[in-house]
């Protein structure tokens, strides 16, 4: 049990447009879900935290216009990033949590290349 | 303000032998611990976490940790590693009381494990 599963996992899009991932929560309800963002060599840097039917609450620097995160259901959250930049690619991790849980679930990562 | 650090960016070690993982945490409350695993282009797994409890914590594949609370660490070891063990691993912290239970993570350590 505890899977989540994110797609797609790997996206090239052209500068400019804009890109929508998914991250379901399959067999349990994630009241909670958290988006990352990984550089390469480096480690999971939080970008927001969403909670289903409410606003995502962003960390300081993150860019709520450019980087959209929708909890709408507590099985799917997904994040869009608008009018993507090269300096956008990046490795994007979500993670669910259900509620009494400490542990989080992580996602497979999406690989986003803005050319 | 709370952190993690992980004190070897990258740490070599012949198949079969024992390896140690490094990790500190500062913090002005109780914490919970996680130490994660991931492989190239994937997602985190779970090894192991402490909540409470008994210090020593023994998780998947072989690996255990042992929380020591006098000096804040958070150590992950294994007696033996296996090629398949070379990956980036990541120590992680939550704070009890923390409504959300957001992780922070160290920068990772990556292992590679030499035949």
């Known amino acids: 049990g505890a899977v989540v599963s994110q797609h797609p996992s790997w996206v090239i899009c052209k500068s400019g447009t804009s890109v929508k991932i998914e991250c379901r929560s399959l067999d349990f309800q994630a009241t909670t879900m958290f988006w990352y963002r990984q550089f390469p060599k480096q480690s999971l840097m939080l970008m927001a935290t969403s909670n289903e039917g409410s606003k995502a609450t962003y960390e300081q620097g993150v860019e709520k216009d450019k980087f959209l995160i929708n909890h709408a259901s507590l099985t799917l959250s997904t994040l869009t990033v608008t009018s993507a930049h090269p300096e956008d690619s990046s490795f994007y991790i979500c993670?669910?949590?259900?509620?009494?849980?400490?542990?989080?679930?992580f996602g497979q990562g999406t690989r986003l290349t803005v050319v | 303000a709370q952190s993690v650090t992980q004190l070897d960016s990258q740490v070599p070690v012949f198949e079969e032998a024992p390896v140690e993982l490094r990790c500190n945490y500062s913090?002005?409350?109780?914490?919970?611990l996680f130490w994660y695993v991931q492989y190239p282009n994937q997602g985190l797994q779970l090894l192991l976490k402490y909540l409470s409890g008994s210090t020593l914590v023994k998780g998947i594949n072989g690996f255990e940790a042992e929380f020591n609370k006098s000096q804040t660490s958070f150590h992950l070891r294994k007696p033996s590693v296996h090629i398949s063990d070379t990956a980036e691993y990541f120590c992680?912290?939550?704070?009890?009381?923390?409504?959300?239970?957001?992780?922070?993570f160290g920068k990772g350590t990556k292992l590679s494990v030499i035949p």
């Open positions: 913090s002005s409350v109780s914490v919970y």
């Open positions: 992680a912290v939550s704070f009890s009381g923390a409504g959300s239970y957001q992780l922070t």
């Open positions: 993670s669910a949590r259900r509620d009494s849980s400490t542990e989080a679930f």
